[in-house]
């Protein structure tokens, strides 16, 4: 098996001093759409940072800290930079949470450990016993309850903040997701702590069934994915390794899976031109009721594909031209732009004008990061 060098997940690269290799703008478009500042905040004050140590890791991630208020927003690259920042300020892939913590590497080591695992059920208790051995006072145990799959987490009196849990849950349903090559749905999380002011955004990225001053903290999903093969080579998790945490922030989609091609499909092809159900079907050579079944059990369906497409769509053609906005709409199959405005609101927190301004203040900021130091 080619090793996979642990440095590349989570710690963040650089190139010569001054000049830092930044992800690829597409990176942002990604189905979580933007990321809220109360989180930033809730996560810059778990890790009890002063605040020079607070503008310095949001500097790293192209964060302007003075005009960074409470209920801004934040693009997925940008959150990913700050995560990344985060970890290698502490040398601790759970941000210095805990008190022992993971060192930089532990979750690549962990990935390793559990790639060649016969099932996602002996992956995920190979990972928690992972988790086990490095983290202080920490138990969890994965359960079968009532047709769901329910990882607890068994810790002692120590009430860990909320980011650590989320920072667990995303790594261990990201990498569960990508194994198996498919969504793992998250039912319902719990979480020990207090209900945080960013508690929305916590709900974004895990479910919204999602409990805070639980007895212990948890998420549960379908156990139907437990038995789900792993088919994943040493190659493949390296290309994933460098592309967290920026990929644990959405949800996962495959490119191989029948939504995953479904998308991909339509991203080829105008708006306007898209088939209907029953004519996909048919180019798909099958009947509407069995794609409408297939799609199901995949917990997807063709109107969710279509928004996702469309606000793909959306975003890039916000970040990358000046297009008016009512065009935009158009071409995106709405009627009514005001349709559109109130479809991207809630699908990224922001009104299409406020994504396009903030888009720019982070193209002319990162612009400045990367011109060539004198």
């Not at 890791?57 to 920042?85: E, Y």
């Amino acid at each position: 098996m080619t090793a996979v060098s642990p440095p590349t997940a989570f710690a963040r690269r650089r190139a010569a001093p001054g000049l830092e290799v930044l992800p690829p703008r597409a990176a942002d478009s990604l189905d979580t759409g933007s990321i809220s500042a109360a989180l930033v905040h809730d996560i810059l004050g778990a890790a009890r940072l002063s605040k020079a140590q607070a503008e310095d890791v949001l500097t790293q991630a192209g964060i302007a800290p003075a005009s960074l208020g409470f209920h801004d927003q934040v693009t997925p690259a940008q959150f990913a930079k700050l995560w990344s920042a985060l970890v290698t300020h502490a040398g601790d892939e759970l941000f210095g949470l805990d008190a022992r913590g993971m060192p930089i590497g532990s979750f690549a080591l962990l990935c390793q450990t559990a790639l060649n695992s016969p099932t996602l059920e002996d992956a995920i208790a190979r990972s928690l016993q992972f988790f086990g051995l490095l983290l202080s006072d920490f138990d969890a145990r994965l359960v079968r309850r009532d047709g769901q799959a329910c990882i607890e987490l068994r810790e002692g009196a120590r009430l860990r903040p909320a980011p650590f849990h989320l920072a667990l849950f995303l790594m261990l349903t990201g990498y569960g997701s990508w194994l198996v090559d498919r969504r793992i749905v998250i039912d319902e999380a719990a979480f020990r702590s207090g209900e945080p002011a960013s508690a929305n955004q916590y709900r974004r990225l895990l479910c919204p069934n999602l409990r805070f001053d639980a007895v212990q903290a948890s998420i549960s999903f379908n156990a139907k994915f437990l038995s789900m093969r792993p088919n994943r080579t040493a190659a493949q998790l390296e290309g994933f390794l460098q592309r967290s945490p920026l990929d644990l922030l959405a949800p996962y989609r495959s490119c191989d899976s029948l939504p995953g091609r479904i998308w991909q499909q339509l991203r080829t092809i105008a708006p306007d031109a898209w088939p209907s159900f029953e004519a996909l079907a048919v180019l798909l050579n099958t009947t509407p009721s069995t794609l409408r079944r297939r799609l199901d059990n995949a917990n997807n369906s063709y109107q969710k594909i279509k928004d996702g497409v469309r606000q793909e769509l959306a975003v890039n053609a916000l970040r990358m031209a000046r297009q008016p906005i009512t065009e935009i709409a158009k071409e995106l199959g709405y009627e009514d732009p005001s349709a559109f405005y109130r479809a991207f609101k809630k699908w990224t927190g922001l009104t299409p004008n406020a994504y396009r301004e903030a888009s720019l203040r982070v193209s002319a900021l990162e612009d400045r990061r990367i011109s060539p130091v004198a």
